[in-house]
C-alpha cells in the first residue's frame, strides 16, 4: 500500500496540529496502521497504532492523553492528532502499515509513507 503523511508544519509549545496519512493502492481496510516519529540523531519511535476496524488503540506512554489515533476506512486515511505540544515533540513523523497483528515493532510494519516535520517552537 502506497501512504501519504500530511499535515506537519510549525507550532509554539502548548499548540495542534492533526496529522493525516493516506493509502492507495491496496485495500485499506486490511491494514494495521501505526505512526512513528524520528527526531534528528535520535532512532525511529512508536507513537501509537490502530487496528483495522479503528476499535483498538494502543499508545507510547510518552503521548498518552495527549495524541489519538484514528482511521477512516471510506476515506483510506489516519489521522494522528496532536495536543498539548512539547519542543520535544519536534521530529519528522511517519505513518505506516502492517499486515499483521497491532504492533508496536517498527520491523512489523511493511509499508512507510514519506513523512512530515512536526517542529514546536519553545
Known amino acids: 500500500v502506497q501512504l501519504q503523511a500530511s499535515g506537519g508544519g510549525l507550532v509554539q509549545a502548548g499548540g495542534s496540529l492533526r496529522l493525516s496519512c493516506a493509502a492507495s493502492?491496496?485495500?485499506?481496510?486490511?491494514?494495521?496502521m501505526g505512526w512513528f516519529r524520528q527526531a534528528p540523531g535520535k532512532e525511529r519511535e512508536f507513537l501509537a497504532a490502530i487496528n483495522r476496524s479503528g476499535g483498538i488503540t494502543y499508545y507510547r506512554d510518552s503521548v498518552k492523553g495527549r495524541f489519538t489515533v484514528s482511521r477512516d476506512n471510506a476515506k483510506n486515511t489516519v489521522y494522528l492528532q496532536m495536543n498539548s505540544l512539547k519542543p520535544e515533540d519536534t521530529a519528522v513523523y511517519y505513518c505506516a502499515a502492517a499486515r499483521g497483528s497491532i504492533t508496536s515493532y517498527r520491523a512489523d510494519y511493511d509499508d512507510w509513507g514519506q513523512g512530515t516535520q512536526v517542529t514546536v517552537s519553545s
Open positions: 493502492g491496496r485495500t485499506f481496510s486490511n491494514y494495521v
